[in-house]
């Protein structure tokens, strides 16, 4: 079975454009949820999603920042306009059920902004 | 508020060394979830346990096992005969269950080096 798919992999832009990540969950799975990773502030939940519906989006850092989950298989993360201090790695996961069950993260995008 | 401590920032090891990797948690709710995930090097984050705050039986799993202690609000786990592939980062995460302490809090993780 195929895991999480996030694409790209890497992505490197400059400060101002706009960046798309992309998310596909396991298929089936009902949650979807949104992480950042740096070195100074860890794992931090940006959103999550329940049934394709915005739940908490307590964790997105400021209005540059939005977050759609169209259908049951494709979630988009924009950054508009992008600053340096966006670069991390942003992480995708799903579960069956909520928090209170096991997430299933992809491989990551890598963020750099020059 | 929920808290997850990691106080290990980095533990060294030679392989086959057992090794234990601390994690302590603070929350309110009488229910909560813990988990631990494992990233290693190429950067995907794996999940490893998830533990409910009724169940304090401690789990093992081949070379892992895992010591869950309410008294002492901690959820350690331990790497028996380390290898050079457990090298990784290991987070442990808590989930609570009201609505403002629902979302999975991460450690700051242990950095796990097994030396050959």
């Known amino acids: 079975d195929a895991g999480v798919i996030q694409s790209p992999r890497h992505e490197v832009t400059e400060m101002g454009q706009e960046v798309t990540l992309r998310c596909k969950p396991i298929?089936?799975?009902?949650?979807l949820f949104w992480y950042r990773q740096t070195m100074m502030r860890g794992l931090e939940l940006l959103i999550y999603?329940?049934?394709?519906?915005?739940?908490?989006d307590s964790g997105m850092p400021e209005d540059r920042f939005s977050a759609k989950m169209p259908n049951a298989s494709f979630s988009t993360l924009k950054i508009q306009p992008s600053e340096p201090r966006d670069s991390a790695v942003y992480f995708c996961?799903?579960?069956?059920?909520?928090?209170?069950?096991?997430?299933?993260f992809g491989p990551g995008t890598r963020l750099t902004v020059t | 508020a929920q808290k997850v401590t990691q106080a290990q920032t980095e533990i060294s090891v030679v392989e086959k060394e057992d090794v234990t990797l601390d994690c302590v948690y603070e929350?309110?709710?009488?229910?909560?979830?813990l988990f631990w995930y494992k990233q290693p090097p190429s950067g995907e984050l794996v999940f490893l346990i998830r533990?409910?705050?009724?169940?304090?039986q401690n789990e093992i799993s081949g070379r892992y096992s895992w010591n869950f202690q309410k008294s002492t609000s901690s959820f350690n786990f331990t790497i028996t005969a380390s290898q050079v592939v457990d090298s990784a980062v290991y987070f442990c995460?808590?989930?609570?269950?009201?609505?403002?302490?629902?979302?999975?809090?991460f450690g700051q993780g242990t950095t796990l080096q097994v030396k050959p």
């Open positions: 996961a799903s579960s069956l059920g909520g928090l209170r069950y096991e997430q299933y």
């Open positions: 298929s089936g799975h009902d949650y």
């Open positions: 999603f329940n049934n394709n519906v915005p739940i908490d």
């Open positions: 929350t309110r709710d009488t229910t909560y979830y």
């Open positions: 533990r409910n705050s009724f169940d304090e």
């Open positions: 995460a808590l989930s609570g269950t009201s609505s403002n302490t629902g979302k999975l809090i």
